[in-house]
């Protein structure tokens, strides 16, 4: 379940690797779909027939005496949260030329009234086991991950009044999961949003549908990570968004809860790719009032009139501080973000820092290589993506987003023209 960079769970989401590992190298385009148990995989995937392998278990002395787990939101409600399987019959899925309709698994986060109920799964046993086997981890229970205690309900009844909750749509990074930000969705159910999480179809490493079926990377069997590829990517993700949004706001709802939604009111929140998504899906449609990439780089320019609606940059330090050759599309795409922007660093994050995967990666037992600790690199993420929405979405004052804050001394405020921080 892990975003990519340094060692938890590997490579990281838009950023280059500098050698891809597929574990499901033998998929074929005209079979993307593998059996739904979890020990369905072998190494090299599926045979060219359909057909599995047994996958051994990893050792039982490697098991870990607890279940790792999300940490509990800050909000005062309880979360509830539900699955929706939607199709886009209007479009072919870019990435597998057979599927002549995109098919998306999302994940929801609300306020609930309702407690008590059976936990949300964190994700499925198979998505799991590939993505540790994606990392080429053996040390602990492929089906470890499935096992994360977290925060919501499921199925709960949603909590509100007609048209009161403001919209937060999620994207992951690149092979990762959408589960890998639940601890950022649960947070901001709890505090009063809607939270959508997209999982972008044969982007992710392992993705269950209802009906079994588990389909894996196919984008991942790409030779070249060329720009081409990376603009292919983030268009598609703006398009899967933009489709989500239609379902969740339009005449002919998805889901019971939707009613809640305020249609005016939508931001969306990526990491890695999804960050890159993010500035994508800002640029191609109005809808979506403001936006945070999360440690992403950017790829699609945007527009010589520029992107008029609040944007937000968060990063690594190591990586994104102005006048480092990696921060380079940042700078490029600065000038052009014309309304409220900020452009924030944190010091001792790794690129898993942002999402649940350092955090779990250490409850495993495997190190994520931050010097900042993965518990509080998390507190980071949510104070400061909840301050950026309460202040665009709900227009409630945020002093943490002025300038630097005695309680978050990690955080600094860069000014690229000065190409400094602090």
């Not at 009234?113 to 964190?122: M, V």
């Not at 999360?294 to 945007?302: K, N, W």
């Not at 929405?389 to 600094?412: A, F, T, W």
Request: glycine residues 8%; hydrophobic residues 40%; positive net charge.
């Amino acid at each position: 379940m892990i975003t990519h960079i340094t060692h938890p769970f590997r490579r990281t989401g838009n950023t280059r690797p500098t050698r891809l590992i597929v574990t499901v190298a033998a998929l074929s385009v005209a079979a993307p779909v593998v059996a739904p148990t979890p020990a369905a995989l072998a190494n090299t995937g599926t045979t060219p027939s359909g057909g599995t392998r047994s996958a051994p278990t990893a050792p039982a002395a490697a098991r870990p005496s607890a279940s790792p787990y999300v940490p509990e939101p800050t909000g005062p409600h309880p979360v509830g949260a539900t699955a929706l399987h939607l199709r886009d019959t209007s479009r072919h899925d870019p990435w597998v030329a057979e599927a002549t309709a995109r098919e998306l698994m999302v994940s929801l986060w609300y306020p609930t009234r309702s407690t008590g109920r059976l936990r949300a799964q964190y994700m499925t046993p198979m998505e799991s086991e590939l993505l540790l086997r994606d990392a080429g981890i053996t040390s602990v229970p492929y089906d470890v991950l499935s096992r994360t205690r977290t925060n919501a309900s499921t199925d709960s009844a949603p909590a509100g009044r007609k048209r009161s909750l403001p919209l937060v749509v999620l994207s992951p990074g690149f092979t990762k999961p959408r589960s890998v930000l639940t601890g950022l969705a649960e947070d901001l159910a709890s505090n009063g949003y809607v939270v959508a999480a997209v999982e972008h179809t044969y982007e992710s490493v392992g993705t269950s549908f209802p009906d079994g079926r588990v389909t894996t990377c196919v984008a991942c069997q790409s030779p070249d990570r060329t720009e081409a590829f990376w603009k292919k990517l983030t268009r598609g993700r703006a398009a899967d968004v933009s489709f989500v949004i239609d379902q969740l706001t339009g005449t002919r709802r998805k889901w019971k809860g939707a009613p809640l939604i305020d249609p005016s009111r939508i931001a969306m929140v990526g990491h890695s790719a999804g960050g890159a998504g993010t500035q994508a899906a800002m640029v191609a449609d109005p809808r979506i009032d403001a936006g945070i990439d999360i440690d992403g780089l950017t790829y699609d320019d945007i527009p010589d009139s520029g992107l008029a609606r609040p944007f937000l940059f968060l990063g690594r330090q190591a990586n994104f501080t102005p006048g480092m050759p990696s921060a380079a599309r940042w700078e490029r795409d600065w000038p052009r973000l014309t309304q409220w922007k900020r452009w924030l660093v944190v010091a001792g994050t790794v690129h898993a820092s942002f999402t649940d995967v350092a955090l779990l990666a250490e409850q495993v037992g495997i190190g994520s290589g931050a010097d900042l600790p993965p518990i509080r690199s998390i507190e980071i993420t949510r104070a400061y993506t909840r301050a950026f929405l309460d202040l665009h979405l709900r227009n409630r004052i945020q002093p943490v987003l002025d300038g630097s804050s005695p309680r978050y001394p990690e955080v600094m405020f860069c000014v690229p023209e000065r190409r400094t921080c602090q």
